[in-house]
C-alpha cells in the first residue's frame, strides 16, 4: 500500500525542473556534468569504479597488455606468476580497458518510484542517474543502451557508440516518467523479466547498470541478478526515499490506494521501530548480494545531490578535480 505521491518540499527541486517529472531536455544537459564524476577511466585518469569492479572481476572488459616488473603500489592479484617463478622476482600484469564496451542500462520507470519527500521523485532520480552514466559511458567511447521497464511497456534500445542511439533511450525514458502517476499499473516480476531479457541480449565483457527501487528487489529478480552477473560485469543503483526507511511521529496518517485504506498511528514508537528495520534490512540485502556477487553497490537518496552523492560513492573528496 503506497500513499499518494506528494511534491518535493518548495525550493528543493533541481533548476528547470519541478522534480516530479523530467524533461528530455534536462536529461540532455546532464552531458555537461560528465566531468565531474570520473565513472570511468581515461588515458590520464584510472576510475575508483573500474579499481573496485574489474579487478574483482578477473579482468573483465579489459584486454591484457603487457607484463613489467612489480611496483610498489600495484595489485597483488596482478602479479604474473610463471613470469615471476621464472625470473627469480616479481612481475605483474597490466591491462587496458576494452574499447567500445557495451554499457546496458537496465532503469525503473514505475509507480513505485513515483515517489520523493527530499529533492525530486525517485522515478525522476533514476532517469536522471540513468543519463548522466549514459553520457560518460559515449564520452569513454563506450556503446550506450539500456531498456526501461515499469509499466506495461518495456523500451529497450540496442548498444551503440553514437549520440542517436542515447538520445533514443532518453527519449524513452523521458516519455516513461511523464507517464507515470499513482494510477500507472505495476506489473507483477517486471524486473526479473527485464533482467531476464538484459541476459539474453548481453554478452560476456558487457557492464549492465541496474537502477530500481530499493523496494524492488524479491526472489525471482536476485536469482536473475546472480545469472546475470556470471557473464556480465553488475553496477546496482537502488534507489530510496528517507521515508522509506523512517516514519515521521506525525500523528494519525491515512494513505489512499483506489478504494482501499488504511491508518497508522505514528506516534506509536513500536509501529515506528518495525518500520525502520524492515528498510534497514532492504539495505542489509542489497548489501548481502553486492557481497556475494562481488559488484560494486551505490545507492542513491533522493534527498541528496545526485553528482555529489556519485563522488561520494566514488570516495572523491568534495570540491576535488575529478
Known sequence: MHAQASSPAAGSAPPGGSGVHVELAELIELRHRVR???LFSTPHRRS???GLHHSKLRGR???FDQVRVYQAGDDVRSIDWRVTARTQEPHT???HEERERPIFLVVEQSRRLFFGSGRVFKSVLAAQAASLIGWAAL???DRVGGLVFGSRETHEIKPRRNKQSLLQLLDRLARANRALDCATPLPAEAFSLALRRAREVLRPGSLAVILCDERTLGEAAEQQLS??????DLLLLPLFDPLDHALPAAGLLRFAQGPARL????????LRQRYHRQGEERQARWQRLADRLRVPLMPLDTQGELVEQLRQHLSLRPGAPA
Open 48 to 50: 575508483p569504479l573500474i
Open 36 to 38: 565531474e564524476v570520473p
Open 263 to 270: 491508518e497508522l498511528d505514528t506516534q506509536d514508537a513500536a
Open 139 to 141: 564520452h569513454h567511447n
Open 227 to 232: 545469472l546475470l552477473a556470471r557473464h556480465v
Open 93 to 95: 600484469k597490466l591491462f
Open 61 to 63: 572488459g579489459v584486454d
